[in-house]
């Protein structure tokens, strides 16, 4: 069982667990994520790693509630205990001294862009990033990010905080500035990323996204996370969860998680929850 030591809620529907899980906490590294079950009728779910403290034995995890596993567990306390926390799983984060690198996060994304960019800046770089929420109240980790960026930008939809646009705004004014600009990493809703890929594809910078399709087993067993990644299947529980953004099907892997979400309102009346069959 892996008890939650720590509970505090960031934003509205936004949830912040440490959890006991010290072989995880030992091993994980940006970029990885595990698979949570809460009892014996759960479903398994991928989170982030969004941080870890080695020493203690913990792990951070951020989530939104968005549907019925995550709701579910956002009425855990500090106290209560996963049944399974699996990991950590995925391929960690490619981190070396590249020189300047932006790293964009957008809604709940913030969390896994947050240790990657601290490791980036541990590196040598020089980290820029830019944080964006449909409003301020939806803004996570921002002292955080800015503890670990040379240069700090949020942005919100509705200009409730920092500046009124989108993540791709301040970006395309660093490259339009001349900002040598050698890594972007950007990870938050498919929309958003692929917004960050067409900003800089034409300049051919290197731009990274973290995937987060749909997956049953994260372990490379299913394809149940399957996307296309330069006209080649990839799981991206194994291969990934991060692509080279200039070579992912944004539109196929968009309409994978179009397809589960009409299966989800078909199944839940049934009483089921299970996504292996999309
Ligand atoms: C590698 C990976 C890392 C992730 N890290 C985090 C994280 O750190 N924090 C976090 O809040 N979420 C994260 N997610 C997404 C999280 O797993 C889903 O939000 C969760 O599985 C939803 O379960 P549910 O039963 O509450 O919602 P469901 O009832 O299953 O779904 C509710 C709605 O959310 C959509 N949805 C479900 N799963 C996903 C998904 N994987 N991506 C996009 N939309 C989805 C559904 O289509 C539906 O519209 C991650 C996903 C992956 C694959
Ligand atoms: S989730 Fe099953 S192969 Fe990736």
Redesign the pocket.
């Known amino acids: 069982m892996y008890t939650i030591v720590y509970s505090e809620e960031l934003a509205p529907s936004?949830k912040l667990f440490h959890v006991q899980a010290p072989l995880i906490a030992k091993k994980c590294q940006p970029g990885q994520?595990v698979i949570v079950r809460m009892d014996d009728e759960g479903?398994r779910?991928?989170?982030?790693i969004?941080d870890f403290d080695r020493e203690k034995g913990t792990i951070t995890?951020?989530?939104?509630?968005?549907?019925?596993?995550?709701?579910q567990?956002g009425s855990l306390k500090q106290g209560d205990q996963f049944l399974d926390v699996a990991g950590p799983l995925?391929k960690a984060t490619h981190i070396e001294k590249f020189g300047t690198v932006v790293c964009i996060g957008g809604g709940?994304g913030v969390?896994?862009v947050y240790p990657i960019a601290r490791a980036y800046k541990e590196a040598g770089n020089k980290v820029i990033s830019i944080i964006g929420a449909r409003n301020k109240d939806l803004l996570i980790l921002e002292k955080e990010m800015a503890a670990v960026s040379d240069v700090f930008h949020i942005t919100t939809d509705d200009g409730s905080k920092g500046r009124k646009g989108l993540v791709i705004d301040p970006l395309k004014e660093l490259i339009e500035a001349g900002e040598e600009i050698a890594v972007v990493m950007a990870i938050g809703p498919?929309v958003m990323m692929r917004s960050v890929a067409e900003v800089t594809r034409p300049y051919s910078i290197h731009t990274i996204v973290?995937?987060?399709?749909?997956?049953v087993d994260g372990t490379g067993m299913c394809g149940g996370?399957r996307v296309s990644v330069a006209n080649e299947n990839k799981f991206?529980?194994v291969d990934g969860?991060e692509f080279d953004a200039h070579e992912v099907d944004f539109a196929g892997l968009m309409a994978r998680?179009r397809m589960?979400?009409h299966h989800?309102k078909q199944e839940?009346p049934q009483g089921g929850?299970c996504?292996c069959h999309g």
């Open positions: 936004v994520f479903e779910i991928p989170l982030t969004a995890l951020i989530f939104q509630e968005v549907g019925h596993s995550t709701r567990m995925g709940i969390a896994p498919v973290s995937l987060n399709p749909i997956m996370c991206a529980c969860p998680q589960y979400h989800e839940r929850s996504k």
